[in-house]
């Protein structure tokens, strides 16, 4: 069965730090593109970061650009968003997400989706 699981979620106080991962199971991951979306409470879903097949090519909405890391591990079929300086507006719903070899920020291409992990920063 093909599938993603996002794990790692959890509450962090503003300033904190949070890693979530993303494994695949029935697939591998290393002939695909790899994105990390959100979507909080009211909001559309929005593109966090992507990361290509083979890791060289990385792309990071602005909201959070230099705080968050995308990363991948192949060989243990599975990505990672390293999340730091966390911000109340951080606070979402994160999925995973592939749609093949798509490199964009947008939710349109990715047919394939985790069920995603709360995280909630907060004071």
């Known amino acids: 069965q093909v599938q993603l699981v996002e794990s790692g979620g959890g509450l962090v106080q503003p300033g904190g730090s949070l890693r979530l991962s993303c494994v695949a199971s029935g697939f591998s991951l290393d002939s695909v593109t790899i994105g990390w979306f959100r979507q909080a409470p009211g909001k559309e879903r929005e593109g966090v970061s992507f990361?290509?097949?083979?890791?060289?090519?990385?792309t990071y909405a602005d909201s959070v650009k230099g705080r968050f890391t995308i990363s991948r591990d192949n060989a243990k079929n599975t990505v990672y968003l390293q999340m730091s300086r966390l911000k109340p507006d951080d606070t979402a719903v994160y999925y995973c997400?592939?749609?093949?070899?798509?490199?964009?920020?947008?939710?349109?291409?990715?047919?394939?989706w985790g069920q995603g992990t709360q995280v909630t920063v907060s004071s």
């Open positions: 990361i290509s097949s083979r890791g060289r090519i990385t």
């Open positions: 997400a592939t749609g093949g070899r798509s490199l964009s920020l947008s939710p349109r291409p990715y047919d394939t």
